[in-house]
Nanobody
Framework: VQLVESGGGLVQPGGSLKLSCAAS????????MSWYRQAPGKERELVAV????????NSADSVKGRFTISRDNAKNTVYLQMNSLKPEDTAVYYC?????????WGQGIQVTVSS
């Protein structure tokens, strides 16, 4: 199983970024996927989740209305569209999948929101 994030970087407050997570090594369309983030000195927190077919999503209150999770099962990829970014969104973002009995994480990608 491999999860590889891309699309991070430096953006000004109010800007947008779209993260991608390319998955391989498992039947992607059968599993829900999630994005987490970890800011310096803080615990890792759940940002957004999406069901296997993409019909159901949920997100943390702190990002509701600004972040959107989506997936393309034909491309084995899950996305996180981040709009109206704030400095407090600065963190390392991780792609996550639970494929019993193990948890799988991507390597993480830095998102920095700063002027």
């Amino acid at each position: 199983v491999q999860l590889v994030e891309s699309g991070g970087g430096l953006v000004q407050p109010g800007g947008s970024l779209k993260l991608s997570c390319a998955a391989s090594g498992f039947r992607f369309s059968r599993y829900g996927m999630s994005w987490y983030r970890q800011a310096p000195g803080k615990e890792r927190e759940l940002v957004a989740v999406i069901s296997s077919a993409g019909g159901s999503t949920n997100s943390a209150d702190s990002v509701k209305g600004r972040f959107t999770i989506s997936r393309d099962n034909a491309k084995n990829t899950v996305y996180l569209q981040m709009n109206s970014l704030k400095p407090e969104d600065t963190a390392v973002y991780y792609c996550y999948a639970h494929i019993a009995p193990r948890d799988y994480w991507g390597q993480g990608i830095q998102v920095t929101v700063s002027s």
